[in-house]
C-alpha cells in the first residue's frame, strides 16, 4: 500500500496490509505532528505534496527496501492537507521474516522520504507561518 | 521556442502565486535556465535559486539537464515531509 | 501501557496508548508467528510466561528506555497461550520528540526481551512441539 | 532446613510435570544446589543445568547466591518470547 491521502490515516490498516505469514516481524514508524517547533507552539499544520512524484518515489523506495532486506511487504502512507497536533502525518511499515531487517529497512525508508521525497510541511504559529524544510 | 510547464510548491508557489506556470524558453535551455527565467519575473525566487533541486517528468535531473517541449518540470525547494 | 495478555493484542491502542502531542516520532515493533521454524512448518505456537517476573522486567525495561533515549511513553505487550500464524505475540510502541531515539529504544526494547524475559514459545509441528530457545 | 518454593517453566516444566515444588534444603543452600537437588529425583534435569538460570524473587541471581527460606525460586530455561 503506497498512498497519499488526506483523511486521516487509519495505521491498523496500514500494519494489517503487511501482515504475512512467512514474517516474523513488522516495525512500523509513525511521524505525529509535534505542537512545538523552533522552541515556538506550533497549533497546526499543513502538508504539501508534488503527488505524482511523491507517489513514484514512494514506490520505488518500497522497491529498494524489498530488494535489499529481503522485505516481504512494505506499506507508506502519508498525509496532506491539514494535520492537527499529535496526528500521524506519514505511516510506514516493514514485514520481514527476522527483526533486524524490519528496523533497517523501516528507519531506511523513513530517512530518505525525509530528504527526498516531494513533501511540505507549513507550520501555523500564534504569529504566522513558516514553510520547514530551508532551516533545518 | 519551446513550452514547458513549471509546478511550484510551498514557499515558491506561494512567492509566484501559482501552482504552475507555463515557460516559453528557447530550445536547449538547462533546467537552471528555467529558474532563471521565473526568478526575472519574481525576484524573491532568486535567494531561492541555490535551495532549489528541479525535477523533470517526475525525476530529480542536475541543474545543466536540458529540457524539451511538452517536459513537466518542479521546483523542488527543500523538503519536510514525514 | 505494560501487560501480558492471553487474548489478541490490539495494536491501534497500544500505539494509541504513547500518543503524546510533544512526540514527532512512534516506532512500534510487531513480533508475529511464523510459518515456519528450523525449516519445517509451524502450525500454531504457545507462548508461556513467568508473570510476575516478567511484567517486573518489562517495567525495568520501559523506565531504562525513558532514561537512556528521552522516551515520551512506551508501552509493551506480551501475548500468552495460543497463538495462531501470523498474529502479533508482542507489541511495543515508543514515542518520542525525534525519530531515531524512537528506533534505538524501540529496538534496545525488543532485543533485551527476547534475551531476558522470561517467556518461552512452544512451537507446534505436524510430527510433534519443541520449546524454543535452547537451540538458537 | 529451609523451604522454598520453585517455579518451573518450558521444557523443565515438562520434565518435572508441575508448575512449582516446594523443597526442604539444608540452611545456607544456594541457587546451584536447587537445581541438583531436584536433578536428582528427575534425572534428565542434568542436561539442562548448563542452560539455566535461576531467579530469586524475580531477580536473576548467580549459582551461588544463598537462598533464604521462603524464597520463590525460578529455573528458567533460555527463553524464547517475542
Request: hydrophobic share 45%; proline share 4%.
Amino acid at each position: 500500500m503506497i498512498n497519499i491521502v488526506s483523511e486521516t490515516i487509519d495505521i491498523a490498516e496500514v500494519i494489517a496490509s503487511v501482515g504475512d505469514p512467512s514474517a516474523g516481524a513488522i516495525d512500523i514508524f509513525v511521524g505525529t505532528t509535534r505542537n512545538h517547533s523552533s522552541g515556538k507552539e506550533v497549533l497546526s499544520l499543513e502538508y504539501q505534496a508534488y503527488e505524482p512524484m511523491a507517489s513514484k518515489m514512494m514506490e520505488e523506495l518500497g522497491e529498494e527496501a524489498r530488494r535489499r532486506w529481503h522485505v516481504k511487504a512494505v506499506s507508506i502512507v502519508h498525509r496532506i492537507g491539514r494535520v492537527d497536533i499529535g496526528e500521524a502525518s506519514v505511516v510506514i511499515a516493514v514485514s520481514t521474516a527476522h527483526r533486524k531487517e524490519a528496523f533497517e529497512a523501516c528507519r531506511f525508508l523513513i530517512d530518505t522520504l525525509k530528504k527526498n521525497v516531494p513533501i511540505w510541511k507549513k507550520e501555523l504559529f500564534a504569529d504566522g507561518e513558516v514553510w520547514a524544510g530551508l532551516q533545518e | 521556442m519551446i513550452s514547458v510547464k513549471v509546478k511550484l510548491f510551498a514557499a515558491v508557489r506561494d512567492i509566484v502565486g501559482s501552482e504552475e506556470k507555463i515557460l516559453l524558453v528557447p530550445n536547449g535551455s538547462d533546467s537552471g535556465k528555467i529558474i532563471d527565467v521565473l526568478a526575472a519575473e519574481y525576484p524573491q525566487l532568486r535567494r531561492w535559486k541555490p535551495h532549489l533541486r528541479v525535477a523533470v517528468n517526475c525525476e530529480y535531473v542536475s541543474s545543466d539537464h536540458i529540457v524539451h517541449d511538452q517536459d513537466e518540470l518542479a521546483l523542488i525547494p527543500p523538503v519536510s515531509g514525514g
